[in-house]
């Protein structure tokens, strides 16, 4: 069979730049090429096109560029026809995530009309909900949990006329019967798995500079109360033989010329003495290249940073998410203030760079608690990402949305992504209120870690309500009571 895997659009409908070789395709291209079936991959978030530098404050304004987007009205469903008519797949795989679920679907009513290949959609969002995915409009099969071993599986049945609900982790309608078999447990000797595929990459050489994506483990055991993603892993983490990881390194450098490397574990820095020797290994096979991962803020010291140094990393991300120790605690983050404060500076000193991710709206979360994350990113003076909250299903904090009756069963994900302005969870202060302090965080982590502006803000800069679409705001139930906020405040000189 011709597959094309998709890796759909968000960033790029946002007029944002944010390229990256989706790593997680590329296992499932080598998985499915395995069994000879012919595999591309078509990365819709590839952007050419020269984009302006990227603010916290643009990323809240440029969401009315992706519902407007939604609407038809955007050069990636031309570019998308055009390889379904080129590369006449007959399936396509969408790798989806709540953020991109209406994309997808968007998609996917392109392959029926143009190539009426079978359409699959796997990754976060159908795991979380597979019966929900699989009633949608033109969605033929769900693929729930990690798919190196079901999806090559669901191609092989459908290629040779066999029973496809047979196979753990799939699922579909079978008529008006919503069908699905249990995934089975994810795969524990991940060493077994077959590099990421990078040749099958559609427009291979624009997506050069970003093939340096890698992992060396999988899973992350703790607990924090916003993230799905322990529905997927069960807390479990396997990690690849620090041997195989560093192949993979020499590997990039010698065949793709990288220079770069980018860990996307979701915990890297996990236990001390591995870690060490990972950096060990790099140094003793002269690696020779610089790296960065993303890793906990607790986890930083002072004897694994400088072996970390001296290995080639040269940037850490960290997922701070809040400078309320009331909020660090209910969020299960383990660990406070002082200590993130710590771990910042002792990565400072060891001659890293940082920068740090911020979460606020919380449904728990009070005026105090923003002033407290407003002034941890005055302290800390680094880049700061601020998202706001969004409800994943599966999490806790989704449980917890909906018995406070801040969430109904079904979210509508044009508006609602952590990035939207449009999230407003918020229980324990007036949404009006609300508005008002994510205006003062953005502000705060625009200005964090950049030289002292030497002029106001310009109107064009802060968060415009009046450019977005008028229905979209009066048909959003969660934004209604605060539009006269909204539009007094993010539009204010």
Request: proline letters at 6%; glycine letters at 6%; charged letters at 20%.
């Amino acid at each position: 069979m011709k597959v094309l895997l998709v890796c759909p659009p968000v960033n790029r409908l946002c007029d944002m730049s944010n390229n990256y070789f989706p790593l997680g395709l590329g296992y499932l291209a080598a998985a499915t090429l395995a069994f000879g079936h012919e595999v591309h991959i078509y990365n819709a978030e590839l952007e050419t096109e020269p984009m302006p530098p990227v603010s916290n404050r643009s990323r809240l304004n440029n969401h009315n560029l992706f519902v407007k987007a939604l609407k038809g009205d955007h050069r990636v469903w031309e570019e998308f026809r055009g390889i379904l008519e080129q590369y006449t797949p007959d399936l396509v795989g969408f790798s989806c995530t709540s953020a991109s679920i209406a994309p997808c679907l968007l998609m996917a009513a392109d392959v029926k009309k143009i190539c009426s290949a079978t359409v699959v959609f796997g990754g976060m969002h159908p795991t979380l909900l597979p019966e929900e995915t699989a009633k949608a409009d033109n969605v033929d099969f769900v693929v729930s949990g990690e798919a190196e071993r079901s999806f090559p599986a669901l191609v092989e049945a459908l290629a040779n006329g066999m029973d496809p609900f047979s196979i753990p982790g799939i699922g579909g309608q079978d008529g008006t019967l919503f069908r699905f078999l249990q995934p089975e447990p994810p795969q524990k000797n991940i060493n077994q798995l077959p590099l990421p595929n990078r040749d099958v990459l559609i427009n291979f050489e624009q997506h050069r500079p970003w093939l340096y994506a890698m992992l060396a483990s999988r899973g992350c055991p703790y607990q924090c109360t916003f993230c799905s993603g322990r529905h997927l892993t069960h807390g479990h983490v396997r990690q690849r033989s620090i041997t195989a990881v560093v192949d993979e390194m020499i590997y990039l450098r010698d065949v793709y010329s990288m220079d770069y490397i980018v860990f996307y574990d979701d915990a890297m820095v996990l236990n001390k003495s591995r870690t060490m020797k990972l950096c060990q290994e790099m140094i003793d096979r002269q690696v020779g290249l610089q790296w960065s991962a993303f890793t906990r803020v607790d986890s930083a010291d002072p004897e694994l940073l400088s072996i970390m140094k001296k290995s080639g990393c040269n940037y850490l991300g960290l997922g701070i998410e809040s400078g309320s120790d009331r909020i660090l605690s209910l969020i299960k983050k383990g660990y406070t203030r002082d200590q993130a404060i710590r771990g910042v500076r002792l990565i400072q000193e060891a001659g890293i760079a940082v920068s740090g991710n911020i979460i606020v709206g919380f449904p728990f979360e009070r005026e105090e608690d923003i002033m407290d994350s407003i002034s941890l990113i005055k302290e800390l003076d680094i880049p700061i990402n601020v998202n706001t909250f969004t409800p994943y299903p599966g999490s806790e904090l989704y449980l917890e949305c909906q018995r406070r009756g801040l969430v109904s069963d079904h979210i509508d994900w044009t508006k609602i992504s952590q990035h939207s302005p449009f999230n407003a969870f918020v229980d324990e202060i007036t949404t009006d209120r609300y508005y008002e302090l994510l205006d003062e965080i953005v502000a705060a982590a625009d200005q964090a870690g950049r030289p002292a502006p030497t002029s106001k803000r310009s109107p064009g800069e802060i968060i415009n309500v009046k450019k977005m679409d008028s229905n979209l705001l009066e048909n959003s139930g969660m934004v209604v009571n605060a539009l006269r906020s909204l539009k007094s405040i993010f539009t204010k000189k």
